[in-house]
């Protein structure tokens, strides 16, 4: 895998993924033409495990209509501002069993998301999950 970030002005670079895909990244304090590397990484994050359960899900054939995983964190005080703690909350809709849920949320910690993986050795992270129904 290859990356690359392209300084364009002040503090703002274009960073470019090997399959070609672009995210601005802002290093300024208002983050006003994109979003800070660290954003990027709990983004990251969110969509890493949200992959891996609705892929979980689909092969249990759960009947989920909606998932959205939503991430707050803290960051330690000084340099490096690692992240400290994490909480992930998954929302999910459709007529998706507890316990095929839980399941899906307990693979993608401990098994399958390569960001959890790489977050945890920083971070505390909890989850939750919530039914719209």
Not at 31 to 36: L, N
Not at 43 to 62: N, Q
Request: hydrophobic share 40%; proline share 4%; with cysteine.
């Amino acid at each position: 895998m290859q990356a690359n970030a392209i300084w364009k002005q002040e503090m703002t670079f274009d960073a470019l993924s090997q399959s070609g895909h672009a995210i601005v990244f802002d290093g300024d304090p208002a983050h006003t033409q994109g979003a800070s590397p660290m954003e990027a990484v709990l983004m990251g994050l969110c969509g890493c495990t949200a992959i891996d359960v609705i892929s979980i899900l689909k092969k249990k054939r759960e009947p989920c209509t909606g998932l959205t995983v939503s991430a707050v964190a803290e960051q330690a005080a000084e340099p490096p501002k690692v992240f400290t703690r994490v909480k992930l909350t998954y929302r999910v809709s459709g007529a998706v069993s507890r316990k095929a849920m839980e399941d899906a949320v307990h693979l993608s910690e401990t098994k399958y998301c390569s960001v959890a993986g790489m977050v945890e050795k920083t971070a505390k992270i909890e989850f939750a999950i919530e039914y719209a129904g």
